[in-house]
């Protein structure tokens, strides 16, 4: 459910027409709802609101700061994985212990600012990194929360750039390693243990692989207590995909429902690292025709947004629909939609039906690009990053602005 729709044959965003947007801030340029961001973080909470459950959002999925702003003020905590997401997410408003780092490879002066300012736990990835975390502790006096990122060697079925739970993949530690680390932690006084996770991959759409790692995550966090090691919480990472095409990803409530009953045996606090489900479907990229081109194979949809943009299609092969801001009429034509960077794979949609006839200026947008999109976004081709704009009721603000060319070179020497 998302607050995009047509109204007298126009695109709206909430009460806003896409097309006034274009108008004041020009194109190409995101759009964000918050009133989808705020019901699909109040979905989340109600659907595990039976049990002790801390959602920490995943920052990297879209880090603007009034959007963060939202999701800290309903109550999540932060996902973090560096020290500008760290700061970012202080910047807006997070509770300082309502942080979890992650990550394969935290530099110490982000371990550094992170035991500084209290966060909740370091999801620890690798034996070296504990040390790491146990020295910097010792050098600041302090003591670090602990959780262990166990990689259960589970398959995600998910695109394989973002399977996280195999073997094959960089992150986590084995189950025997994970209570071999639990066992050093205990000799180490600046270390408590707080937690086990895992984070088995994005875009899951099954059920299955998310039920099995939390069985087998319970599992393991039962076998620790039973030594002795005095536990408070299982994080069972992000990864509860969305609907771009056809997918069929668990609601949310079933997704709740197929955790709960692995975790719930525990007793312990259960984490949750949301990203694409609370953001993903809040926005959509509006794009500006440039020109249309035929070639003796297709025919083109050269568009002002590109993969610099929104990088999802060139990168993971990944579908977003595209619709026109003027309500489509039935006569179609097949074209895939470019942009104009100087890559074949600067696609956002191949052979698609789009009304017959669009030409320069008219406006399309590309839904579902909420996640991942600007925070993915870079300056390809000298492009200035495109700008942010949250839409409330009848209002919208720009909550980032667009890049100036002096922004392209203002740091260059
Ligand atoms: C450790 C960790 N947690 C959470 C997430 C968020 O995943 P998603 O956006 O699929 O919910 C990611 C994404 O890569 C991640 O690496």
Same mark, same amino acid.
């Given at each position: 459910?998302?607050?995009?729709?047509?109204?007298?044959?126009q695109?709206?965003?909430?009460d /806003?027409?896409?097309?006034e947007?274009?108008a004041?801030?020009?194109?190409?340029?995101?759009?964000?709802?918050?009133a989808?961001?705020?019901?699909?973080?109040?979905?989340?909470?109600?659907?595990?609101?039976s049990?002790?459950t801390m959602?920490c959002?995943?920052?990297?999925?879209?880090?603007?700061?009034?959007?963060?702003?939202?999701?800290?003020a309903?109550?999540?905590?932060a996902?973090?994985?560096?020290?500008?997401?760290?700061?970012?997410?202080?910047?807006?408003?997070?509770?300082?212990?309502?942080?979890v780092?992650?990550?394969?490879?935290k530099?110490?002066?982000e371990?550094e600012?992170?035991?500084?300012?209290?966060?909740?736990?370091?999801?620890?990835?690798?034996y070296?990194?504990?040390?790491?975390?146990?020295?910097?502790?010792?050098?600041?006096?302090?003591?670090a929360?602990?959780?262990l990122?166990?990689?259960?060697?589970?398959d995600?079925k998910t695109?394989?750039?973002i399977?996280?739970g195999?073997?094959s993949?960089?992150?986590?530690?084995?189950?025997?390693e994970a209570?071999?680390?639990?066992?050093?932690?205990?000799?180490?006084?600046?270390?408590?243990?707080v937690?086990?996770g895992?984070?088995?991959?994005?875009?899951?759409?099954? /059920?299955?692989?998310?039920?099995?790692?939390?069985?087998?995550?319970?599992?393991?966090?039962?076998g620790?207590?039973?030594?002795?090691?005095?536990?408070?919480?299982?994080?069972?990472?992000?990864?509860?995909?969305?609907r771009y095409?056809?997918?069929d990803?668990p609601a949310?409530?079933a997704y709740?429902?197929?955790?709960?009953?692995?975790?719930?045996?525990t007793?312990?606090r259960?984490?949750?690292?949301?990203?694409? /489900?609370v953001?993903?479907n809040i926005g959509?990229?509006?794009?500006?025709v440039?020109?249309?081109?035929?070639?003796?194979?297709?025919?083109?949809?050269?568009v002002?947004?590109?993969?610099?943009d929104?990088?999802?299609?060139?990168?993971?092969?990944?579908?977003?629909?595209?619709?026109?801001?003027?309500?489509e009429?039935?006569?179609?034509?097949?074209?895939?939609?470019?942009?104009p960077?100087c890559?074949?794979?600067?696609y956002?949609?191949?052979?698609?039906?789009?009304?017959?006839?669009?030409?320069?200026g008219?406006?399309i947008?590309l839904?579902?690009?909420?996640?991942?999109?600007?925070?993915?976004?870079?300056?390809y081709?000298?492009?200035?990053?495109?700008?942010?704009v949250?839409?409330?009721?009848?209002?919208?603000?720009?909550?980032?602005?667009?890049?100036?060319?002096d922004?392209?070179?203002r740091?260059?020497?």
């Amino acid at each position: 459910m998302d607050h995009f729709a047509y109204q007298n044959q126009q695109a709206y965003c909430e009460d /806003v027409a896409l097309k006034e947007i274009a108008a004041a801030v020009g194109t190409p340029c995101f759009v964000y709802s918050a009133a989808t961001l705020r019901q699909h973080v109040k979905r989340i909470q109600t659907a595990f609101s039976s049990y002790p459950t801390m959602p920490c959002y995943a920052v990297k999925a879209n880090s603007n700061l009034s959007i963060l702003r939202e999701i800290f003020a309903l109550g999540f905590g932060a996902d973090i994985v560096s020290l500008g997401e760290l700061e970012r997410s202080l910047k807006a408003g997070v509770q300082a212990d309502k942080i979890v780092y992650s990550g394969v490879g935290k530099r110490r002066d982000e371990i550094e600012a992170a035991l500084r300012c209290g966060i909740y736990s370091f999801n620890v990835e690798s034996y070296s990194e504990l040390d790491a975390i146990a020295e910097v502790a010792v050098s600041l006096g302090r003591k670090a929360r602990v959780s262990l990122r166990v990689n259960p060697n589970i398959d995600a079925k998910t695109n394989p750039k973002i399977t996280t739970g195999l073997f094959s993949t960089k992150f986590g530690v084995i189950e025997a390693e994970a209570l071999a680390m639990a066992d050093r932690i205990r000799e180490l006084p600046s270390l408590q243990l707080v937690g086990v996770g895992c984070h088995i991959g994005s875009q899951i759409v099954e /059920v299955k692989p998310m039920a099995e790692a939390a069985r087998r995550l319970a599992q393991f966090a039962l076998g620790l207590q039973e030594r002795g090691h005095r536990l408070e919480f299982i994080d069972m990472g992000g990864g509860l995909g969305i609907r771009y095409r056809n997918e069929d990803p668990p609601a949310p409530e079933a997704y709740a429902e197929a955790l709960l009953q692995e975790i719930k045996p525990t007793g312990l606090r259960l984490l949750i690292e949301p990203g694409r /489900v609370v953001v993903g479907n809040i926005g959509v990229l509006l794009c500006q025709v440039i020109t249309t081109k035929k070639t003796p194979e297709k025919s083109f949809l050269i568009v002002d947004g590109a993969m610099n943009d929104l990088i999802r299609p060139s990168m993971y092969d990944s579908y977003h629909e595209i619709r026109t801001v003027d309500f489509e009429d039935t006569h179609t034509e097949i074209m895939d939609v470019v942009g104009p960077i100087c890559e074949t794979g600067d696609y956002f949609g191949k052979d698609r039906a789009l009304p017959k006839g669009l030409k320069a200026g008219d406006l399309i947008y590309l839904r579902s690009a909420g996640a991942y999109g600007s925070s993915m976004a870079s300056n390809y081709n000298s492009r200035p990053r495109a700008p942010e704009v949250l839409v409330d009721g009848k209002a919208f603000r720009v909550v980032r602005r667009r890049e100036s060319l002096d922004d392209l070179w203002r740091l260059e020497l």
